[in-house]
């Protein structure tokens, strides 16, 4: 396949714009879908296709042992119409990054991004316009030779399907701090974005939600002592003046693109950021003599979402209002403003369609 041409298998149509209230987030997609073959040592067969379901055999492999691994990523409409893609550069530097943790092949530049590009061309009318709102991407990769044994595949598939979307959480979190289960051992997989990692902690996350959380804050395996991340996001803490997130040393927590970003402007706003170690003990501490000032976390499906409320065994932590979090809602509005283009890009992160 030549370097920067890719076979569209079908007209330029695509679904009209969503309506506000009909847009929800991963329940509705767009009608074109872009898919490649890795084969014989070499991707090919990069084409945009519409939207339809995949036909495997009961013996394709990632079913069997779980090598699949994705990324997400949003475009926005800015205010002068522009559909524009935001960091998407790094989200396929960490995608070849899960790749190579997983023994798959990494995923050329110009078939991810390039095809990208030419994805979201295609489907431009139904990027939604109001302010919240985005189209959610997701690629993903899958092994899928039809075969039963141990061993690494020797054929994937690369996809991306895209998908109009709101908010994904729409009000201030409750948390549930993990004190038994665990979600990533250093060694492990907990730095890469692969499926696995999410499966593992689906049954106690509906537990934690049938007792009325919203999510887990997972702590580290050994001593459950510090913090590491949020189900769906990167966790920071407003503690005095300065701002804290749990490091990405261990190998343990997945660096966000968004939490990238949060580190950024923080910086460029001559905050005070750290970036280390964080014990329950220590935001106890902090909340009990009223230094705790604000938690959020950040991801591409949650942005920037406040926490009303950590709770640990029998302890709770009661934020105050989030509607008052001075540098949660700052960041949030910042980003959003470079996103829809009411403030110059002066970081790089807008890739135009």
Same mark, same amino acid.
């Given at each position: 396949?030549?370097?920067?041409e890719?076979?569209?298998?079908t007209?330029?149509?695509?679904?009209?714009?969503? /309506?506000?209230?009909?847009?929800?987030?991963?329940?509705?997609?767009?009608?074109?879908m872009?898919?490649?073959?890795?084969?014989?040592?070499?991707?090919?067969?990069?084409? #945009?296709?519409?939207?339809?379901?995949?036909?495997?055999?009961?013996?394709?492999?990632?079913?069997?042992?779980?090598?699949a691994?994705?990324?997400?990523?949003k475009?926005?409409?800015?205010?002068?119409?522009?559909?524009?893609?935001?960091?998407?550069?790094?989200?396929?530097?960490?995608?070849?990054?899960?790749?190579?943790?997983?023994?798959?092949? /990494?995923?050329? /530049?110009?078939? +991810?991004?390039?095809?990208?590009?030419?994805?979201?061309? +295609?489907?431009?009318?139904?990027?939604?316009?109001?302010?919240?709102t985005?189209?959610?991407?997701?690629?993903?990769?899958?092994?899928t030779d039809?075969?039963?044994?141990v061993?690494?595949?020797?054929k994937?598939?690369?996809s991306?399907?895209?998908?109009?979307a709101?908010?994904?959480?729409?009000?201030?979190?409750?948390i549930?701090?993990?004190?038994?289960?665990?979600?990533?051992?250093?060694?492990?997989?907990?730095?890469?974005?692969?499926?696995?990692n999410?499966?593992?902690?689906?049954?106690?996350?509906?537990?934690?939600?049938?007792?009325?959380?919203?999510?887990?804050?997972?702590?580290?395996?050994?001593?459950?002592?510090?913090?590491?991340?949020?189900g769906?996001?990167?966790?920071?803490?407003?503690?005095?003046?300065?701002v804290?997130?749990?490091?990405?040393?261990?190998?343990? #927590?997945?660096?966000?693109?968004?939490?990238?970003?949060?580190?950024?402007?923080?910086?460029?706003?001559?905050?005070?950021?750290?970036?280390?170690l964080?014990s329950?003990?220590?935001? /106890?501490?902090?909340?009990?003599?009223?230094?705790?000032?604000?938690?959020?976390?950040?991801?591409?499906?949650?942005?920037?979402?406040?926490?009303?409320?950590?709770?640990?065994?029998?302890?709770?932590?009661?934020?105050?209002?989030?509607?008052?979090?001075?540098?949660?809602?700052?960041?949030?509005?910042?980003?959003?403003d470079?996103?829809?283009?009411?403030k110059?890009?002066?970081?790089?992160?807008?890739?135009?369609v």
């Amino acid at each position: 396949m030549p370097t920067t041409e890719f076979e569209t298998n079908t007209d330029k149509k695509s679904i009209t714009r969503p /309506e506000p209230e009909e847009i929800q987030f991963g329940k509705k997609f767009s009608n074109h879908m872009l898919v490649a073959n890795y084969e014989n040592g070499q991707w090919q067969d990069a084409n #945009i296709i519409p939207f339809k379901n995949l036909s495997l055999s009961p013996a394709t492999s990632f079913i069997h042992y779980g090598q699949a691994i994705f990324e997400g990523i949003k475009a926005y409409r800015q205010k002068d119409g522009h559909v524009v893609l935001f960091r998407a550069l790094d989200n396929w530097k960490r995608m070849n990054a899960s790749a190579i943790r997983m023994d798959m092949p /990494e995923i050329p /530049e110009e078939i +991810f991004m390039n095809g990208m590009r030419l994805l979201v061309d +295609f489907d431009r009318s139904s990027v939604p316009s109001l302010e919240g709102t985005s189209l959610y991407i997701r690629p993903f990769m899958i092994a899928t030779d039809e075969f039963i044994g141990v061993r690494a595949s020797e054929k994937y598939m690369f996809s991306i399907i895209t998908s109009p979307a709101g908010s994904y959480y729409s009000k201030p979190m409750s948390i549930y701090v993990e004190d038994k289960y665990v979600r990533a051992f250093p060694g492990g997989t907990g730095n890469v974005k692969t499926a696995g990692n999410y499966a593992m902690g689906m049954h106690h996350t509906n537990l934690v939600k049938k007792m009325g959380f919203d999510e887990i804050l997972w702590t580290d395996g050994y001593e459950h002592k510090f913090v590491q991340e949020i189900g769906t996001m990167n966790v920071f803490f407003v503690i005095g003046n300065k701002v804290i997130t749990p490091d990405l040393m261990s190998g343990t #927590i997945l660096g966000g693109i968004t939490q990238d970003s949060v580190i950024t402007l923080l910086k460029r706003k001559r905050h005070h950021v750290e970036e280390r170690l964080i014990s329950v003990d220590e935001i /106890e501490h902090a909340f009990k003599y009223g230094e705790l000032k604000e938690v959020f976390g950040t991801g591409t499906a949650a942005s920037i979402t406040s926490i009303a409320k950590l709770t640990y065994q029998d302890n709770e932590i009661v934020l105050p209002d989030p509607e008052n979090f001075e540098i949660a809602n700052w960041l949030k509005l910042e980003l959003s403003d470079i996103r829809y283009g009411r403030k110059e890009d002066t970081h790089g992160w807008i890739f135009q369609v």
